[in-house]
T-cell receptor, first 114, second 115 residues
Framework: AQSVTQLDSQVPVFEEAPVELRCNYS??????LFWYVQYPNQGLQLLLK??????LVKGINGFEAEFNKSQTSFHLRKPSVHISDTAEYFC????????????FGPGTSLSVIP | ETGVTQSPTHLIKTRGQQVTLRCSSQ?????VSWYQQALGQGPQFIFQ???????GRGNFPPRFSGLQFPNYSSELNVNALELDDSALYLC??????????????FGPGTRLTVL
């Protein structure tokens, strides 16, 4: 079975500062990895995904993530955050062999302070 | 291109009642997945439908059931509602193929409150 751990439940950061949201996963099979963002009272929006190839993945809104197989991590980064980045961020995995379900982490609440 | 829509947006029920939630998938998508998101938690996979057949199920009891219609829209039915069923129910549509999972596009969700 797969599982996802997001080590920080809340991350406060000042506007224009860099941020890293941490994600570690556990799986006995190869997986695809995703980051989703959820703004208040809205559904989830895909930020980026890692399927194969380059371990550095660039997504929307200036976010990027790096897949590290040896450390089973997929940390999300942004060099300079904006107030509008305040939201809940979810890391997720799905099996490569049968992507019938996506397993989500518990989420990290990012608060950008003016 | 129309996105994923869900209805209703909010719903209040009492324990023991039954509820039906609806989802219209994005144009061209033949797969619908349902998730339960309790307050302050990540979404939990309930089940997935592909071409009108259940294609995978999470750890939810049989009182959670679903349907997918020929136009790929879907329903989630929950019988004998319990207080713990209070949550945001998310529907996501996708179009698997080509050896990679296609992106799941999420609807805005239905907020269910069980009193």
């Amino acid at each position: 079975a797969q599982s996802v751990t997001q080590l920080d439940s809340q991350v406060p950061v000042f506007e224009e500062a860099p941020v890293e949201l941490r994600c570690n996963y556990s799986s006995s099979v190869s997986v695809y990895l995703f980051w989703y963002v959820q703004y208040p009272n809205q559904g989830l929006q895909l930020l980026l995904k890692y399927l194969s190839g380059s371990t550095l993945v660039k997504g929307i809104n200036g976010f990027e993530a790096e897949f590290n197989k040896s450390q089973t991590s997929f940390h999300l980064r942004k060099p300079s955050v904006h107030i509008s980045d305040t939201a809940e961020y979810f890391c997720a995995v799905t099996r490569k062999t049968s992507y019938d379900k996506v397993i989500f982490g518990p989420g990290t609440s990012l608060s950008v302070i003016p | 291109e129309t996105g994923v829509t869900q209805s209703p947006t909010h719903l209040i029920k009492t324990r023991g009642q039954q509820v039906t939630l609806r989802c219209s998938s994005q144009s061209g998508h033949n797969t619908v997945s349902w998730y339960q998101q309790a307050l302050g938690q990540g979404p939990q996979f309930i089940f997935q439908y592909y071409r009108e057949e259940e294609n995978g199920r999470g750890n939810f009891p049989p009182r959670f059931s679903g349907l997918q219609f020929p136009n790929y829209s879907s329903e989630l039915n929950v019988n004998a509602l319990e207080l713990d069923d209070s949550a945001l129910y998310l529907c996501a549509s996708s179009k698997p193929g080509g050896g990679h999972p296609d992106t799941q596009y999420f609807g805005p969700g239905t907020r269910l409150t069980v009193l």
